[in-house]
Structure formats: structure tokens, C-alpha cells
């Protein structure tokens, strides 16, 4: 279980959630809300207070390097640092399947100079989960791609789930919040409930 606890940072909280293994939790809400900033919070990326678990781990009481392979954050503008694609990959974890999976079997091969924005997504979607998380924070995951690319992407989500990671996914698709999620929260201002009490 991913147990978020009084989160919060100067823009964003106090934020309190659960996410329970092999569960999916969608986070809605309009631009500029706070849905990045919280998935960077929960990552430990930026000053915030609170307390944040994986299972019994405490984040606070973990180096960040180790906890960040625990919990995985794939930002909505993927980080690429030297030239060739496979130099971004961890050579002890098998990202074969994965890649045919959404469609890039040789990009190991290839250059990142030749990427496009899609492809770019695809393979940084692969890298944080051919490490098998047991926590996925996800921003935006298909908002680069078309319908092929996003199924194929949809069904990696689905089957973490099934391996038993606790998924946040950030999306402006409802029908993509539908279709993954368990439960759907609605971020405004930098608070977050349940979408169906905002809408009461």
C-alpha cells in the first residue's frame, strides 16, 4: 500500500490517501490544480511535510535514490541525459517485452535525437516500469500518443496492477480515469477529495 498522511507543500494539502496494492487511483482536476506538484511531492522531489509510506517503508527514513526506484515517477516531459537510448536503461532489468509491447522493439538501438515526443513517452514509461515498481506515479501518460499507442500503454498499467503496484494516475481523460481507475479524486486549488463529493 502507498499511504500518503498530511502531505503537503507551499502550494499544495494538507493531502491525506491510500492507494492499496494492485489498486488504481486517478487524479483529476483543471490545469495548474496541484496534480503534478503532488505526484513530485510524493516522489520527494520538492520540499514538502508529511508522511508518505510503501507497505511498513517510510520514504523519510530511506535514501531518495532507493526510494525512487521503489516508487516510480513518470513525469509528463520525460528527462533523456546522454545520446543512445539504451545508456537510460538499467542492463539488469529486461525491458524487451515491455518495448514490443508498445510497439518499439528495436529502440535499444537507436539514438534519442531521433525520437519523436510519442516515442519519447513510450520509452520513458518503460524505463521506470521494466524496474518493476512496487509504487507508479503516473502524469499524463498518454497525452502524446494515439489510440494504438495508449491502449498499448493502458495495458502495461493494467497488468502492474495485476503484479500489485498501487498506481496515482494523473490524467485529464475521463474516460481514461474510468477505465483504469478503482476510485477517481478531484484536485482543485491544491486540495483533493473524492470527485463525487466535489460534485455534490
Given at each position: 500500500m502507498l499511504d500518503i498522511k498530511n502531505l503537503r507543500t507551499p502550494l499544495i494539502g494538507p493531502v491525506s490517501f491510500s492507494v492499496s496494492e494492485g489498486e488504481c487511483v486517478a487524479i483529476l482536476g483543471p490545469s495548474g490544480s496541484g496534480k503534478s506538484l503532488l505526484l513530485r511531492a510524493v516522489a520527494d522531489l520538492d520540499p514538502n511535510e508529511g508522511e508518505v509510506r510503501l507497505g511498513t517503508r517510510e520514504r523519510d527514513r530511506m535514501p531518495a535514490n532507493i526510494w525512487r526506484q521503489a516508487v516510480a515517477?513518470?513525469?509528463?516531459?520525460?528527462?533523456?541525459?546522454?545520446?543512445?537510448?539504451?545508456?537510460?536503461?538499467?542492463?539488469?532489468?529486461?525491458?524487451?517485452?515491455?518495448?514490443?509491447?508498445?510497439?518499439?522493439?528495436?529502440?535499444?538501438?537507436?539514438?534519442?535525437?531521433?525520437?519523436?515526443?510519442?516515442?519519447?513517452?513510450?520509452?520513458?514509461?518503460?524505463?521506470?516500469?521494466?524496474?518493476?515498481?512496487?509504487?507508479?506515479?503516473?502524469?499524463?501518460?498518454?497525452?502524446?500518443?494515439?489510440?494504438?499507442?495508449?491502449?498499448?500503454?493502458?495495458?502495461?498499467?493494467?497488468?502492474?496492477?495485476?503484479?500489485?503496484?498501487?498506481?496515482?494516475?494523473?490524467?485529464?481523460?475521463?474516460?481514461?480515469?474510468?477505465?483504469l481507475a478503482a476510485r477517481r479524486l478531484l484536485m482543485e486549488r491544491g486540495q483533493l477529495r473524492p470527485e463525487a463529493e466535489a460534485a455534490a
Open positions: 515517477l513518470v513525469p509528463a516531459e520525460s528527462g533523456w541525459w546522454t545520446d543512445r537510448v539504451a545508456d537510460h536503461f538499467d542492463p539488469d532489468h529486461e525491458a524487451g517485452p515491455m518495448l514490443a509491447a508498445v510497439g518499439l522493439p528495436e529502440a535499444m538501438g537507436w539514438q534519442v535525437s531521433r525520437l519523436s515526443t510519442g516515442e519519447r513517452h513510450r520509452l520513458a514509461i518503460v524505463r521506470a516500469l521494466c524496474r518493476a515498481p512496487k509504487g507508479i506515479l503516473l502524469d499524463e501518460p498518454t497525452a502524446a500518443l494515439d489510440d494504438e499507442a495508449t491502449a498499448a500503454i493502458e495495458a502495461l498499467i493494467t497488468e502492474q496492477c495485476r503484479q500489485g503496484a498501487a498506481v496515482i494516475l494523473v490524467t485529464h481523460d475521463r474516460d481514461q480515469a474510468q477505465r
